[in-house]
């Protein structure tokens, strides 16, 4: 037989019978087991919540408290140790009994070597498995933890409420909002509250892919059907089926995939490129969009029958700069969450930081603060965030005020146009803000800067 592989593993032997438990820890030794010796059930207790143990091996009959009540008491704590009980002389009822309380396998005395190592070897594997699922999920949770919907300001709260009437519901959604603002966390919220729950969670940004590729995206292809189709593919469709399709940007997408993307909706049937079966999915669709939809069926962008299939009901995330003192709830989260990962300790924000955090108008909203407060961890080095750690457009060292730079024999057309680039940069190039503060309509504010 072989040695376990990787690190060792901790077993906990119990067995009140000394002579027969120090032969038993040889064998698991010379197998590269870490083994740790217990003579009743409540001292092994007690190395099980100290060692964390892989597997716990124990007779079920001993004085006092037994290998039965050990075993219910270390489950009822959480511990995730696999039991394997051993007895000879319990029969098919207090076997099933032990079997039935948590125990991964009952092995009967005298203990046959081969089958004992093969049942460790299976409880170690699984032992691992829970481990590692357990580790992605917190590490998932944490993720989450920095992606929901934190905030206490008023269009926050409406905004959950909203995610749980529409949440559980299977009705096609538009997110909107400016860009930045965490369109999907929140369809991601919408999928978790959703029956589909623990279906695939599938997400494609329409403008961030060729307009010539995004077919395939979609729904797939058929070996052969371009060149260099050399097999299969699944879109997302295939993908997602049974679960959520998240279309982020969806006012990019081209006019002629608008038509094959109603039909799915309507029947939940497309053709892979190059297939002539029909395939049939079960997809809800959640869209977002930083764009007006409306103006876009007026200009001929956008289908008005596929915004009435998509925008059953409008999801509006709201903007960082409407949400109040959220910013600095916000702000202290991802601050956190970076400098634990940076293995640094937490840190405050001091006066000067938060009134800097607030004053400021977020152009890019929650996308911008994250990425403002992961500088700020790596910069700030003792336990208070100051102002000065924030960048120039927070912490006051560049001068909001600034006159412009234009030579003194500019044109008024210039100087316009260079007022105008001034204002879209402090609006971080978005054009909709931009126009808003200039009093004009985007495409004037375009027109403009055209010259």
């Not at 203990?111 to 460790?120: G, I, S």
């Not at 977020?362 to 994250?370: A, F, I, T």
């Not at 803000?433 to 375009?446: N, P």
């Amino acid at each position: 037989m072989t040695a376990v592989s990787g690190p060792r593993q901790r077993v906990v032997l119990v067995d009140d019978e000394a002579r027969a438990r120090a032969a038993m820890a040889q064998t698991l030794e010379r197998w590269g087991f870490e083994v740790a010796q217990a003579g009743d059930g409540a001292a092994a207790l007690s190395l099980v919540r100290a060692l964390r143990p892989a597997v716990v091996l124990s007779d079920l009959f001993m004085p006092g408290h037994d290998g039965k009540w050990l075993l219910e008491e270390a489950l009822s704590e959480g511990d995730d140790a696999a039991f394997v009980v051993v007895s000879g002389r319990a029969g098919i009822a207090e076997a099933v009994e032990v079997m039935k309380a948590g125990a991964f396998d009952f092995l009967p005395k005298p203990v046959d070597l081969r089958r004992l190592r093969m049942t460790l070897d299976r409880a170690v594997d699984r032992q691992r498995s829970r481990r590692e699922v357990e580790r992605l999920r917190r590490r998932l949770l944490e993720a989450e933890g920095e992606e929901r919907l934190l905030g206490e300001a008023p269009a926050m709260r409406e905004l959950r409420g909203l995610i749980e009437r529409v949440g559980p519901s299977d009705a096609s959604a538009v997110v909107t909002g400016e860009s930045g603002v965490g369109k999907e966390i929140v369809a991601r919220a919408l999928a978790r509250q959703s029956p589909r729950a623990e279906a695939p969670f599938v997400a494609i940004n329409c403008a961030a892919i060729p307009g010539p590729l995004l077919e395939s995206e979609f729904f797939g292809h058929e070996r052969g059907a371009f060149t260099g189709a050399d097999a299969r593919r699944l879109g997302a469709f295939d993908l997602a089926d049974g679960g959520t399709l998240f279309l982020d940007e969806i006012g990019e997408l081209p006019v002629d995939l608008q038509a094959k993307l109603l039909r799915v909706l309507e029947d939940g049937r497309f053709r892979r490129l190059g297939g002539a079966a029909e395939v049939r999915v079960d997809v809800r669709v959640i869209a977002a969009t930083n764009r007006d939809l409306t103006a876009a069926v007026a200009d001929g962008r956008f289908r008005l029958d596929l915004l009435y299939r998509l925008n059953v009901v409008t999801v509006k995330v709201p903007p960082l700069r409407e949400r109040g003192d959220d910013v600095l709830l916000l702000a202290r989260g991802f601050l956190d969450g970076y400098r634990r990962r940076m293995g640094k300790g937490s840190a405050e924000l001091s006066v000067d930081a938060r009134a800097a955090l607030c004053a400021y108008s977020w152009p890019g909203n929650v996308r911008e603060l994250r990425n403002v407060m992961e500088r700020a961890a790596i910069l700030c080095d003792g336990d208070v965030l100051r102002r000065r750690d924030l960048p120039e457009e927070l912490s006051g060292r560049a001068n909001a005020e600034q006159s412009l730079s234009v030579p003194p024999d500019a044109t008024l057309e210039q100087v316009e146009q260079s007022y105008i680039l001034e204002v879209l940069r402090r609006c971080g190039g978005n054009q909709t803000r931009a126009a808003q503060k200039l009093g004009i309509s985007v495409r004037t504010l375009y027109n403009r800067l055209k010259g």
